[in-house]
């Protein structure tokens, strides 16, 4: 199988060559779970070898599942690469153009000592490489002395911080929407199952997030298992799942929960024998098991495609670890139409959770149940547009009544008038779901009136229109803004018609100002929030 490299890849990797030509060393690329990373490092190796001197590239990978990962997609770009593996026992690192290595087997002095001439370091799931092992092994390496050196994550967190130290910049990053969008990923839903009985507000934080032992208790003895093996029959009961939890006995205690719901469920945990969990994760892979449960094993390296459902049971304040867990319900598989996220919820919390409006940078405050991540993204844009071009209606408007010579004032729903008289006004009205306006009298016997001509106008138009009408009706002192009783005191009489009405008159007010107070509020109770029908 031959892996051609994606658009969005190459950019990945035209963009590591280009940070590199331009004196930086040490750069990250962070691409959405399901984007290919590893295909990605594939070919940047394979592309770099002609550039290294003979030199050979390292890749650094944490798990054993990573390293296979690696070494296979490195064989399916380029099956005449000579690829070896370092790990434990395994030493085959003496004629490889690309050597494969665990850093828990180069933390080993000897074992990194041996492995010489690497032109190229490439890590793995490099939001880890804060840590100290990892910080000697690239410095073994040369990664601080101009080694070109890669890291790939889907996500670049690490709750005890430290990456800036690592990274100097992340070069390419990759929306999981923009994935969801070019159909690379399926899109997602969401489904919150919420359990009365479970407090997380008694469960601490630490390092950034929930404790895991703690929230595992709380689980537990919330009953929030049986409520998450009910919400699967209810929600999921065709689809296969990953169930992740914070603790491996709550892994267990989730998959015996599910079969009692008469769901098919395995555990898989860290420590897990090697032979028992692969035949674990092949049975799932079969369908033999409907859903796996697991304590943090599953959100790196694990390659499931026809994965349709994953259960957040590990509520967490870190946004990385959600996307991690999320993301592996995302890859698109044959029938598949979709991905199902159940979040497990507390009847309350002090604790601000990820969601899955952490799944994208995207401006969207909420997703609402039975929406999908793309469907929220876009109405939010949508409402984002509205009010954009709303805010810049209402500028246009202002400006252009203020530039006007005549007294035009505005009630609080947004309708402008001219009092022409004590018994009548003109006034606009704005057609609904367009910028186009009807030009309106309001008088004490008639009520409201409309011209005889009734067409609607552009803003400007209309404005014209009736002001020319309003300087037909009234005496100029009246409609003018700048007429010369306005800059006075105010009148007794005024103030006193102030009180009676209950308005406040703010301190320093002129005559035209009070009279201008009065008029908006006396005009306001006549239209109220006027609609005007289209017509």
């Known amino acids: 199988m031959s892996f051609t490299p994606r658009p969005y890849q190459l950019d990945a990797i035209n963009s590591l060559r280009e940070g590199w030509a331009n004196g930086h060393t040490r750069l990250a690329v962070v691409l959405p779970t399901g984007a290919g990373k590893t295909v990605a490092f594939a070919h940047l ?27 296979s997609k490195l064989l399916a770009v380029d099956p005449m690469l000579r690829v070896g593996i370092v790990k434990a026992q395994r030493d085959d690192h003496a004629d490889a153009d690309v050597i494969v290595a665990s850093v828990q087997t180069l933390a080993v002095a000897r074992r990194r000592e041996a492995i010489r001439d690497i032109g190229l370091i490439i890590v793995d799931e490099c939001h880890h490489a804060a840590a100290p092992t990892y910080m000697e092994v690239l ?42 969008s070019d159909g690379y990923l399926c899109d997602v839903r969401g489904k919150r199952v919420t359990v009365d009985t479970l407090d997380l507000d008694t469960v601490r934080a630490r390092g950034g997030d929930l404790v895991d032992g703690q929230l595992g208790r709380a689980l537990e003895d919330s009953g929030a ?11 999921a009961p065709d689809r296969p799942g990953v169930v992740f939890t914070p603790t491996v006995a709550t892994a267990q205690a989730a998959a015996e929960s599910l079969r009692r719901a008469g769901i098919t469920a395995a555990p898989v945990w860290g420590d897990m024998g090697r032979d028992e969990r692969r035949a674990t994760l092949a049975r799932y892979e079969a ?14 390296g694990f390659d499931a495609p026809h994965t349709s459902c994953v259960v957040v049971a590990r509520p967490t304040k870190s946004p990385g670890l959600y996307v991690q867990m999320v993301g592996r319900g995302l890859r698109p598989a044959p029938g598949k139409r979709d991905a199902l996220v159940l979040d497990v919820m507390g009847s309350s919390t002090r604790h601000k959770l990820a969601s899955m409006v952490d ?70 009205a704005r057609v609904p779901d367009t910028r186009l306006y009807r030009m309106r009298r309001w008088t004490t016997v008639g009520g409201i009136e409309a011209p005889r001509e009734d067409v609607a106008r552009p803003l400007a138009e ?25 800059s006075r ?21 002129t005559a035209g100002d009070v009279a201008d107070l009065i008029d908006t509020d006396r005009v306001a109770s006549v239209l109220g929030s006027l609609i005007l029908p289209a017509a």
């Not at 009234?474 to 306005?486: I, N, Y």
Request: a negative charge; charged letters at 25%; proline letters at 3%.
């Open 139 to 180: 410095r073994h390496f040369g990664a601080w002395d101009g080694t070109p050196t890669a890291g790939f994550t889907a996500t670049m967190t690490r709750t005890d911080g430290g990456l800036a130290e690592v990274w100097e910049d992340v070069v390419f990053t990759l929306d999981i929407l923009d994935m969801i």
């Open 45 to 71: 190796a394979h592309q770099m070898l002609d550039n290294l001197g003979g030199r050979r590239a390292l890749v650094i990978a944490h798990r054993e599942e990573l390293l296979e990962q690696a070494a």
């Open 359 to 428: 799944l994208t940078a995207r401006e969207v405050d909420t997703v609402e149940e039975g929406r999908s991540l793309r469907e929220a993204v876009e109405e939010a844009a949508v409402v984002a547009e509205r009010r954009q071009l709303a805010a810049r209606v209402e500028a246009e408007e202002i400006n252009l009544f203020g530039s006007s010579g005549v007294r035009w004032l505005r009630t609080p729903s947004g309708v402008w008038f001219i009092r022409v008289g004590s018994d009548q006004v003109l006034f606009l």
């Open 489 to 509: 005191q105010p009148s007794p009489k005024q103030l006193g018609l102030c009180r009676r009405l209950g308005l406040t008159v703010p301190r320093g007010s």
């Open 287 to 300: 369908g033999d098991v409907q859903v796996l449960t697991n304590c943090m094993v599953l959100t790196e």
């Open 462 to 486: 209309a404005l014209a229109w009736l002001e020319d009408q309003a300087r037909r009706l009234a005496p100029t002192a009246l409609v003018a803004r700048q007429a010369g009783w306005r």
């Open 225 to 235: 298992l049986d409520a998450i093996a009910k919400a699967y029959v209810d929600h």
